[in-house]
């Protein structure tokens, strides 16, 4: 058996042969429809910015004049003296907007995610994961301690099975909107059978927040939830808001036992004070400008409808993330490549982001592209289509 330089070496040669290789692309411009790679203009439509907003210029100077007042970093954790006016003010900000009593930011959606699970959950628990969730969440559950369950995708009945023969206390975890099939959850249902089995419903709505429901609060307000049927609701500011980290809301209760667990919050530096002010300011322009989502929305079924009259291999989805089924892996990879040589950037996803087989293309529409920026995708689509 060799040493690490040895199975390093393997694992990667292996990668190389599965066509499962990944490579970094290293960006010379802000994120947008357009974007720089090694001095080319690309159209791209791989970025989660989806209301456009992380390079709008009244958050990129609301980050500037932060930064003058704040400085670029913020010297320690929350719990130390890193927590500044601008944290304060925005999770203040998200309770609000979201109905909660209080929220709690963290330095990424991973951390948070992780924190949670393992501060809530504990030997003797059970907790119930889609098996579509996100890897932060498979990671979280998987490393809580509490007996772990995946049940088959959006399948209610399924889980009621299983919940119906679980002792103590419950949890059930769900994204609002998967990654990487860009459908939905089905909320509603699922938080009535947590009531009927007195367990708690998780949602991580980290790519719903700011998009979905007719304020942008996102996908429980899209399933029209009450506040209560959903007592942890995690999302990310990297996203719809354009910024970087993540929080929880929820109870007063619920918020102030993860300050005092949280290891992935006490031990971690806080985010600089500047990002949570430009986090602020995107929240802004979320409620300022309802035009970015309704924008959005008609992109997204002009694309779908675009798609289906090619007969492309869509998946289910109505949000921005359209997923192109390709199969293999390696297929995915070459009609990758060959439309980036085109001049789009469309990422390739494959094992073990999805299952062996499910290779695609995850194409994410953003509220900065045009009617015009869409057609060319489609009509760049039906050249490249089908592979071989």
Known sequence: ?????????????????????????????????????????????????????????????????????????????????????????????LAEFTGRARALLFSSGYMANAGILSSLLQRGDSVFEDRLNHASLLDGGLHSGARFQRFPHNDVSALEVKLESAQGPKMVVVDGVFSMDGDTAPLAALADLCTDHNAWLMVDDAHGFGVLGERGVGSTEAAGLEVSCVPVLMATLGKA??????????????????????????????????????????????????????????????????AQQLGLPLMTSASAIQPLLVGDAALAVDLSNRLREEGFLIGAIRPPTVPTGTSRLRITL???????????????????????
């Open 1 to 93: 058996m060799g040493g690490f330089p040895e199975r390093l070496a393997a694992v990667l040669e292996q990668r190389r042969k599965e066509g499962l290789f990944r490579h970094r692309l290293t960006l010379e411009s802000s994120q947008g429809p357009v974007v720089c790679v090694n001095g080319r203009q690309y159209l791209n439509f791989c970025s989660n910015d989806y209301l456009g907003l992380a390079a709008h210029p009244r958050v990129v100077e609301r980050f500037r004049s932060a930064a003058a007042q704040y400085g670029v970093g913020s010297g320690a954790s929350h719990l130390v003296c890193g927590h500044s006016a601008p944290h304060h003010q925005l999770e203040e900000a």
């Open 241 to 306: 808001l354009g910024t970087a980290g993540a929080f929880v809301a929820g109870s007063e209760l619920l918020i102030e036992g993860l300050i005092q667990q949280s290891r992935n919050y006490i031990y971690t530096t806080a985010l600089p004070p500047a990002v949570a002010a430009a986090s602020l300011e995107a929240l802004s322009l979320v409620r300022e400008e309802p035009w970015r989502r309704e924008h959005l929305a008609r992109l997204i079924a002009r694309f779908r409808v675009g």
């Open 366 to 388: 953003s509220a900065a592209h045009s009617e015009e920026h869409v057609d060319q995708l489609l009509e760049q689509l039906a050249v490249c289509w089908p592979v071989s």
